[in-house]
């Protein structure tokens, strides 16, 4: 699991960390409008995972989780420490593999495999660019390299041991993704659900993540 600092300024005393999905890089939300007064941190490349410990965040007043697609089950797995002013979950669930909640796990690893053999890149669709992150400064990895990052995620979520569930705010279902489907979102949510209109990536709207930021 990789971490990367996109604003650390001393004397900040609130953070928004981001446990971003597989196959993504700080380009997700690089460019959103963060406010003034608060430090940005990103968790991605889940090919192997370590728990957060909470004394490297402690000078935080207020820790705000925003934890996308498959980042909502690594973030029950490493943030079980962290003292959480608001946890959001965006187009995922706690059970990524579960034909109740979670998404079409091993129609996805088919194609994405076979997409990958033939050395085009099934994370990109340039005549969909809204359904995609936009480009960044961060190298964005491999089809080989999140091919096996899915890999180990997909075997990690369905052997590692159930954690506590974390206390979850709010979450955000976007009515057209593709990975997650919506209905199942909606079942596992239910009343802290909540409609956008999207897809599954989703910080092409940058209300997600500003309008929980509650000490603005």
Not at 40 to 58: I, K, M, Q, S
Request: charged share 20%; net charge negative.
């Amino acid at each position: 699991m990789k971490e990367t600092w996109l604003i650390q300024t001393p004397g900040n005393r609130h953070l928004i960390l981001f446990m971003l999905g597989w196959g993504a890089t700080p380009n997700a939300v690089q460019h959103l409008p963060f406010p003034e007064g608060c430090d940005v941190v990103c968790y991605y490349d889940h090919r192997r995972l370590a728990p957060l410990a909470a004394e490297a965040f402690e000078r935080y007043e207020r820790i705000y989780l925003f934890a996308w697609s498959f980042g909502v089950w690594v973030a029950e797995q490493c943030c079980q420490t962290l003292p959480l002013h608001r946890a959001i979950a965006i187009n995922g669930t706690p059970y990524p593999a579960s034909p109740q909640y979670g998404l079409r796990l091993k129609v996805l690893q088919r194609t994405i495999k076979s997409v990958a053999a033939m050395g085009g890149n099934p994370f990109r669709d340039d005549a969909h660019p809204e359904k995609y992150a936009p480009a960044g400064d961060f190298e964005e990895p491999s089809p080989q390299q999140q091919v096996a990052e899915l890999d180990f995620l997909a075997e990690a979520c369905q052997t590692l041991p159930e954690q506590p569930h974390l206390p979850w705010s709010r979450a955000y279902i976007a009515t057209r993704d593709e990975i997650f489907p919506p209905a199942r979102m909606r079942a596992y949510w239910g009343e802290l659900g909540r409609d956008f209109e999207s897809y599954h990536f989703p910080f092409h709207h940058a209300s997600i993540v500003l309008d929980e930021l509650d000490y603005c």
